[in-house]
């Protein structure tokens, strides 16, 4: 396949402030290709497309389309040259007080609409047309901030189909979707690659991109490592290439528990369909609750830290009923969360690291009236080396860093709070081998200091290989409980769909 009738970028580079973000990357797609781009948090993965998308501007370096050089000035430009992205974080792409069909044909109203009035019956047949490309129902009335996570992400794909693009980028697009709509977007990818779309795939779950994918692009710290045929690597030849090492293992060691019940959780109800769970937490214990895309994981523990109403139950830390009310109070209860959407939930993205690391614990740093700066930079640089945040100083942006980063920072803000019970929400979604490794460290460390986890995930590989005892859910109900080194994922995955009641 020649790069004529394709998308070529040669010698990319991308400088901020003095800091090189992308040093002379080349990187190609075709016409009816579905293009791997796989690299570690920080590799420079998402700068290199939004320069391609027009949301950046490169520093140096060609953009060819058909062999014709391309300047792609802006997102609306790039949109016209056929060059379309779905974005990770799926809440930054969509306006939550509009409907699902104001959502899908939103350039279509602001840019190609000729006229005052509106043709709403033509636009929501348009729309419903998209969504059936993609293979979802989804009422076109409903306000798109009502959808669910894997909802907002069809109905964002469901844009990209229906703008016609030529090459579309898809940025981590199955980090919210469930086994049975995942196999509902790689069969769009396929017959939009049949139909001539270059697909550039953005992944850190190489199982999909080995199933799905022709080729692979790696990229390590800003610099291309290579561009290979898929059927002639592996994972593990994968990995070795964006880590620069072999992977011995993908978990660190465990602890043991200690034999003495932390937290006690009964007859749980609430808000979000959660229905009579309950389980128990050891000092020192890691809990896996496992399940699929909507099973009820994240309701549990938004209940647990007051985000979301008790219907009914009780929860007991070290034999005392605690009242998680609101997080304020989880927060004094010694509970800490870390939510599965982190741009919207975890961390104030336009504030810096060292804000957001010391925000949910301000008073630990004042002395009276009075903020004491040396004690928030200190605990903040702390912070930052516990977590192993890549950044240039606890003053950066948290905008500014990978999503891995971010992530670390959602999780170093707690390291500081001494709880007793850590809430862990799917915490390495949209995060590479070799930082999740990094992660499962913090948290065994954690455990080792006698705290509770708690650690929500639909990867059961996760679940079997970071936690000391398990659950699933399934319809907001909870599992038996299963010992993980007794069990397995198939075991664990016919529970999460409902079988073995």
């Not at 293979?135 to 009335?141: A, E, F, T």
């Not at 769009?188 to 080729?215: A, M, P, T, W, Y």
């Not at 980063?405 to 949209?430: C, R």
Request: glycine share 10%; net charge neutral; proline share 3%.
């Amino acid at each position: 396949m020649g790069n004529e009738s394709g998308l070529r970028m040669q010698g990319i580079s991308k400088y901020f402030a003095g800091v090189t973000a992308l040093e002379s990357v080349d990187f190609s797609v075709n016409r009816g290709e579905v293009h791997a781009l796989v690299g570690a948090n920080g590799a420079g993965k998402s700068t290199l497309m939004k320069i391609l998308s027009g949301a950046y501007q490169k520093s140096a370096g060609l953009v060819f389309l058909d062999g014709k050089e391309l300047e792609i000035t802006s997102p609306q430009e790039a949109m016209q040259q056929g060059i379309v992205t779905v974005y990770q974080e799926v809440d930054v792409a969509i306006v939550p007080s509009l409907s699902v069909a104001e959502n899908i044909m939103m350039n279509h109203i602001a840019i190609d609409q000729p006229s005052a009035f509106m043709n709403w019956k033509k636009i929501k047949k348009s729309a419903a047309d998209s969504l059936k490309e993609v293979g979802i129902d989804i009422d076109l009335n409903r306000f798109a901030g009502g959808l669910t996570l894997a909802e907002k992400q069809l109905m964002v794909i469901a844009r990209a189909v229906h703008q016609k693009a030529k090459f579309l980028i898809l940025d981590e697009p199955t980090a919210s979707l469930s086994i049975e709509e995942c196999n509902t977007l790689f069969t769009i990818v396929k017959r939009l690659s049949s139909q001539g779309v270059g697909v550039i795939f953005i992944s850190h779950r190489l199982d999909e991109i080995f199933g799905n994918c022709d080729r692979i692009t790696v990229l390590k710290d800003g610099r291309l490592v290579g561009n290979y045929d898929i059927a002639n690597e592996t994972i593990d030849s994968i990995v070795e290439k964006m880590l620069g090492k072999k992977m011995q293992n993908a978990f660190p060691p465990l602890s043991t528990p200690q034999n003495e019940v932390l937290m006690k959780v009964e007859n749980l109800s609430g808000e979000g369909g959660v229905e009579n769970v309950s389980f128990t937490v050891n000092k020192g214990e890691i809990i896996g609750i496992g399940g699929l895309v909507g099973g009820g994981k994240t309701e549990l523990l938004k209940l647990l830290f007051g985000v979301t109403e008790l219907n009914s139950g009780e929860i007991y830390l070290n034999g005392k009923k605690v009242a998680n009310t609101s997080p304020t109070k989880a927060i004094k209860n010694r509970f800490a969360l870390v939510p599965e959407e982190r741009r919207r939930e975890g961390v104030l993205v336009h504030e810096t690291i060292e804000t957001n690391i010391t925000l949910p614990t301000l008073s630990n740093f004042c002395s009276g009236p009075f903020m004491v700066k040396n004690r928030i930079n200190q605990s903040s640089r702390e912070s930052i080396r516990k977590a192993a945040i890549k950044s240039s100083s606890e003053r950066q942006f948290v905008n500014n860093l990978s999503g891995g980063n971010q992530q670390k920072v959602a999780i170093a803000k707690w390291l500081i709070s001494d709880a007793d019970i850590y809430l862990f929400d799917e915490p390495t979604k949209g995060v590479d081998v070799g930082s999740k490794y990094e992660i499962y460290s913090l948290i065994i460390e954690l455990a080792k200091m006698g705290k509770g986890i708690v650690y929500a995930s639909c990867e059961f590989d996760e679940i079997l290989g970071l936690s000391n005892r398990a659950y699933i859910m399934y319809s907001g109900k909870i599992s038996k409980p299963f010992i993980t080194k007794e069990t397995n994922e198939e075991e664990l995955l016919l529970y999460s769909t409902g079988g073995m009641k």
